[in-house]
């Protein structure tokens, strides 16, 4: 598509990083896909700290893919923190999670969430709905390159 930035995948169960990867790969999408395990490095990576500081000069990822159930820090404290700091403020983040409870949803979109994705449990069903979020974020959406803009 238009972009060659990476996209983010916060993800720490191995199988849905193994089947978002092949269903991306299947849908034609040639973005690298890059994965952390938890919410500390998921934030570590955005932010260019510790294991991930090589990344200061590297632009931001085109999109994340954020999962609320993980380890050390949740998907909603991720996101809250996102938004909070100027420099990923306006980074596009789907949620893309099994919960189809409404408080998640509701907390994840008073958290500055661009999208709610629950994750389809066939495997087809999977790749048509990453074949449409990668159509829609990485080909048709804009967003600002970062959150210092006027």
């Not at 990576?45 to 993980?70: E, I, N, Q, T």
């Not at 050390?72 to 809250?80: A, I």
């Not at 409404?102 to 999977?126: A, I």
């Amino acid at each position: 598509m238009s972009s060659q930035r990476s996209i983010l995948l916060v993800e720490d169960n191995p199988d849905d990083v193994d089947l978002t990867r092949r269903a991306f790969q299947r849908a034609g999408f040639t973005q690298p896909l890059d994965v952390v395990e938890d919410g500390v490095e998921a934030l570590d990576y955005l932010f260019a700290r510790g294991a991930h500081a090589h990344r200061a000069s590297v632009p931001l990822p085109s999109l994340v893919l954020l999962d609320l159930k993980l380890p050390r820090l949740n998907g909603h404290e991720v996101l809250r923190q996102i938004r909070a700091d100027v420099r990923t403020r306006f980074l596009p983040v789907v949620i893309l999670t099994s919960s189809d409870e409404e408080k998640d949803l509701v907390e994840s979109y008073s958290h500055g969430c661009n999208s709610y994705v629950r994750k389809p449990v066939s495997y087809t069903e999977f790749v048509e709905a990453a074949r449409q979020l990668g159509l829609y974020w990485l080909a048709l959406n804009r967003a600002p390159e970062s959150g210092v803009h006027g």
